[in-house]
């Protein structure tokens, strides 16, 4: 494609450009994102600056920038441009190929044009979103970097769009909790989705294939996402706990808001597993998630970990377990010690360390297995033997799915 380097409608050094893409892509592969041939070459030729007139060059190629937030009448994030490392994660998720038809779910503009460098001019991409600041703005930059061939779409993407169906890949750029049938019948029957999967306020970027009456997972990766608006945003409520602390839960979880409340008002107390080598633990969320009838996640500010409101202010949230009476609860903790890093549960409420020694004990049980889930989705009312899930895990009924996370017992690793 012939690039049109602007920064608002000014012209920029497209010689400079040039290197911070290329510094971009070189972190990326160092960093393990970036791996093939075909996702390089496209990061390579869209210039991703056109996506961000607002940011500078330098701002528009790091690594963690967020291009184009769209905020709500309250203020708070319902769309944006995800950073490139996540986008590069979810190509290579993907494996897309020339000449495939991708449906991207939530637009922006960017990947939408990666996607149409990967699949070429015998490929087809769609992009669609509820938001028409959203897609007026991705058809104008669309055009300026030089991908005109995109299908921008206006619409509730819960009922796909099915005029450029079927579909090859369906790449999804919000969180969702309930996948919607139409995704399902307007894939193709080798198709996968790649779609941020909600699940009791955890989010797991999944790839799922077609496997008998449902889809199952290859593989998932940690990420955070937007809520998808419309018909299937994820059924969840969120209740602040005291002045910046709030707890993220599904909504048809039978909680007591004020119980909770004072339950955070106790002194907090403490349990601590044994020392782990574990480096990397987004397994245990949702180890813990699976393993617990009552779980939601905590996130606080930064203020509120200083005022010792909480211990601490983790962006993706603190996993959480509560009781039955949701009278007590106990979130993770991760401290070094003398003799190395230990996990821990901090507990609040009458039953504070009781809900501590729970979540401990819950840790040591995953520290034994360590061992991957998969995640499969079938359509609500499935039979529970038509599914046939073993090993342990949970089943979460949604309005139109069955989400089935299982963890295999040691002997089936």
């Given at each position: 494609?012939t690039?049109?380097?602007?920064?608002?409608?000014?012209?920029?050094?497209?010689?400079?450009?040039?290197?911070?893409?290329?510094?971009?892509?070189?972190?990326?592969?160092?960093?393990?994102?970036?791996?093939?041939?075909?996702?390089?070459?496209?990061?390579?030729?869209?210039?991703?600056?056109?996506?961000?007139?607002?940011?500078?060059?330098?701002?528009?190629?790091?690594?963690?920038?967020?291009?184009?937030?769209?905020?709500?009448e309250?203020?708070?994030?319902?769309?944006?441009?995800?950073?490139?490392d996540?986008?590069?994660?979810?190509?290579?998720?993907?494996?897309i190929?020339?000449?495939?038809?991708?449906?991207?779910?939530?637009?922006?503009?960017?990947?939408?044009?990666?996607?149409?460098?990967?699949?070429?001019?015998?490929g087809?991409v769609?992009?669609?979103?509820?938001?028409?600041?959203?897609?007026?703005?991705?058809?104008?930059?669309?055009?300026?970097?030089?991908?005109?061939?995109?299908?921008?779409?206006?619409?509730?993407?819960?009922?796909?769009?099915?005029e450029?169906?079927?579909?090859?890949?369906?790449v999804?750029?919000?969180?969702?909790?309930?996948?919607?049938?139409?995704?399902?019948?307007?894939?193709?029957?080798?198709?996968?989705v790649?779609?941020?999967?909600?699940?009791?306020?955890?989010?797991?970027?999944?790839?799922?294939?077609?496997?008998?009456?449902?889809?199952?997972?290859?593989?998932?990766?940690?990420?955070h996402?937007?809520?998808?608006?419309?018909?299937?945003?994820?059924?969840?409520?969120?209740?602040?706990?005291?002045?910046?602390?709030?707890?993220?839960?599904?909504?048809?979880?039978p909680?007591d808001?004020?119980?909770?409340?004072?339950?955070?008002?106790?002194?907090?107390?403490?349990?601590?597993g044994?020392?782990?080598?574990?480096?990397?633990?987004?397994?245990?969320?949702?180890?813990?998630?699976?393993?617990?009838?009552?779980?939601?996640?905590?996130t606080?500010?930064?203020?509120?970990a200083?005022?010792?409101?909480?211990?601490?202010?983790?962006?993706?949230?603190?996993?959480t377990?509560l009781?039955?009476?949701?009278?007590?609860?106990?979130?993770?903790?991760?401290?070094?010690?003398?003799?190395?890093?230990?996990?821990?549960?901090?507990?609040?409420?009458?039953?504070?360390?009781?809900?501590?020694?729970?979540?401990?004990?819950?840790?040591?049980s995953?520290?034994?297995?360590?061992?991957?889930?998969?995640i499969?989705?079938?359509?609500?009312?499935?039979?529970?033997?038509?599914?046939?899930?073993?090993?342990?895990?949970?089943?979460?009924?949604?309005?139109?799915?069955?989400?089935?996370?299982?963890?295999?017992?040691p002997?089936?690793?």
């Amino acid at each position: 494609m012939t690039e049109q380097t602007y920064v608002s409608d000014e012209p920029v050094d497209s010689e400079q450009a040039q290197e911070l893409r290329e510094a971009m892509i070189a972190a990326l592969q160092a960093s393990g994102v970036l791996r093939s041939p075909e996702v390089t070459a496209a990061l390579r030729a869209v210039p991703r600056h056109v996506f961000g007139p607002k940011d500078t060059l330098e701002s528009a190629y790091a690594l963690r920038t967020v291009l184009h937030r769209t905020l709500d009448e309250t203020g708070v994030a319902v769309s944006m441009i995800s950073a490139v490392d996540v986008q590069a994660m979810m190509l290579e998720q993907a494996k897309i190929a020339p000449g495939m038809r991708v449906l991207e779910v939530g637009s922006g503009g960017y990947n939408a044009a990666l996607l149409a460098e990967i699949v070429g001019p015998e490929g087809q991409v769609t992009t669609v979103d509820i938001d028409p600041r959203v897609t007026e703005r991705s058809v104008q930059y669309l055009a300026r970097a030089g991908y005109e061939q995109v299908n921008v779409v206006l619409a509730d993407a819960d009922a796909g769009v099915p005029e450029h169906a079927p579909y090859d890949r369906i790449v999804v750029t919000t969180s969702v909790a309930d996948l919607p049938p139409s995704w399902i019948e307007q894939l193709a029957p080798d198709g996968r989705v790649v779609v941020p999967l909600r699940m009791r306020g955890i989010t797991r970027v999944v790839v799922l294939h077609r496997q008998g009456a449902g889809l199952i997972s290859d593989q998932y990766e940690l990420a955070h996402f937007v809520p998808m608006r419309g018909a299937a945003s994820p059924a969840e409520r969120y209740l602040q706990l005291a002045d910046g602390v709030t707890l993220l839960i599904d909504s048809d979880l039978p909680i007591d808001p004020e119980a909770l409340r004072d339950a955070l008002a106790h002194p907090r107390v403490e349990a601590w597993g044994e020392v782990t080598g574990v480096e990397r633990f987004d397994g245990l969320h949702l180890w813990l998630m699976v393993n617990t009838p009552t779980f939601g996640v905590i996130t606080a500010t930064k203020a509120a970990a200083e005022a010792g409101t909480i211990a601490h202010a983790w962006p993706l949230g603190l996993p959480t377990i509560l009781d039955e009476t949701s009278s007590s609860f106990a979130y993770l903790s991760l401290r070094r010690f003398d003799d190395g890093l230990r996990f821990g549960g901090l507990g609040h409420g009458p039953r504070g360390q009781e809900m501590a020694d729970r979540l401990v004990a819950l840790i040591g049980s995953w520290d034994e297995t360590n061992l991957d889930a998969t995640i499969a989705v079938y359509p609500a009312g499935t039979p529970d033997d038509a599914i046939g899930a073993s090993g342990r895990g949970r089943m979460l009924d949604r309005p139109r799915n069955r989400v089935v996370i299982t963890w295999p017992t040691p002997q089936e690793s």
